[in-house]
């Protein structure tokens, strides 16, 4: 069962923006999957932005291949790689079509169809420290959400029809954070990492008690 209006999708137009604009306004969104007759959904408390070209930490700072095409094209569309040769990555294009700009998913917060999570993460689920580590950082909720390049890179998340799509279910999110982003070693003091305040779900080291940033850019 899962709450009618998580069945459909953000719109195409909620990309077609500065990806720190998307950046901040897809926390507290939910991240849905649909699994035959079963839904996954999270929330989404970490993310990235890139800002294509002028972004030296972007896959597409040295311009258009056929590996990052999917950043140049429409907004709305997932783009999925493959890193450390262990874990892929979830991305969404930003931006019209023919510039590059992404956010990068780094943690969400389970809300239904948890088990089946925590079984393709191979992962007991027995305290909540467990529950943590089941889709925080960008491999592990890949990993719960069965997401692979093969499988979704290129997929349309605007779309009804799509089985992987980002629906909002009214939540509010009182403070966001902004830090560096994490992981990277160029352009790495960018303030692009954003973050719902206090959520025990978000990935990497412990946050210090930032001042929060605007929401708009």
Same mark, same amino acid.
């Given at each position: 069962m899962v709450i009618p209006h998580l069945r459909s999708p953000l719109s195409r137009e909620f990309y077609?923006? =500065? *990806?720190?604009?998307?950046?901040? /306004?897809?926390?507290?969104?939910?991240?849905v999957r649909k699994e035959s007759k079963q839904f996954l959904t999270a929330r989404i408390v970490e993310v990235e932005a890139y800002l294509g070209e002028d =972004? *030296?930490?972007?896959?597409?700072? /040295?311009?258009?291949?056929p590996r990052n095409a999917v950043l140049f094209g429409p907004p709305g569309h997932?783009?999925?790689?493959?890193?450390?040769?262990?874990?892929?990555?979830?991305?969404?294009?930003?931006?019209?079509d023919g510039l590059a700009g992404g956010i990068l998913f780094r943690a969400v917060e389970p809300l239904a169809g948890i088990e089946e999570m925590a079984r393709s993460r191979d992962l007991p689920i027995n305290s909540p420290r467990d529950l943590r580590k089941l889709t925080s950082g960008p491999g592990r909720l890949a990993e719960a959400f069965g997401i692979t390049?093969?499988?979704?890179?290129?997929?349309?998340?605007?779309?009804?029809?799509?089985?992987?799509?980002?629906a909002d279910d009214r939540y509010r999110v009182r403070r966001i954070l902004t830090t560096p982003r994490i992981g990277i070693t160029k352009a790495a003091e960018r303030p692009l990492r954003y973050v719902i305040a206090g959520n025990e779900f978000v990935s990497g080291p412990k946050i210090p008690n930032l001042k929060p940033r605007p929401k708009s850019c």
């Amino acid at each position: 069962m899962v709450i009618p209006h998580l069945r459909s999708p953000l719109s195409r137009e909620f990309y077609d923006r =500065d *990806p720190r604009r998307v950046g901040r /306004a897809l926390l507290g969104k939910v991240l849905v999957r649909k699994e035959s007759k079963q839904f996954l959904t999270a929330r989404i408390v970490e993310v990235e932005a890139y800002l294509g070209e002028d =972004d *030296p930490a972007a896959h597409s700072f /040295a311009g258009r291949t056929p590996r990052n095409a999917v950043l140049f094209g429409p907004p709305g569309h997932a783009y999925v790689y493959f890193i450390y040769g262990n874990h892929f990555c979830l991305n969404v294009s930003c931006l019209p079509d023919g510039l590059a700009g992404g956010i990068l998913f780094r943690a969400v917060e389970p809300l239904a169809g948890i088990e089946e999570m925590a079984r393709s993460r191979d992962l007991p689920i027995n305290s909540p420290r467990d529950l943590r580590k089941l889709t925080s950082g960008p491999g592990r909720l890949a990993e719960a959400f069965g997401i692979t390049r093969e499988r979704d890179n290129d997929k349309d998340l605007t779309s009804e029809h799509s089985d992987l799509f980002i629906a909002d279910d009214r939540y509010r999110v009182r403070r966001i954070l902004t830090t560096p982003r994490i992981g990277i070693t160029k352009a790495a003091e960018r303030p692009l990492r954003y973050v719902i305040a206090g959520n025990e779900f978000v990935s990497g080291p412990k946050i210090p008690n930032l001042k929060p940033r605007p929401k708009s850019c």
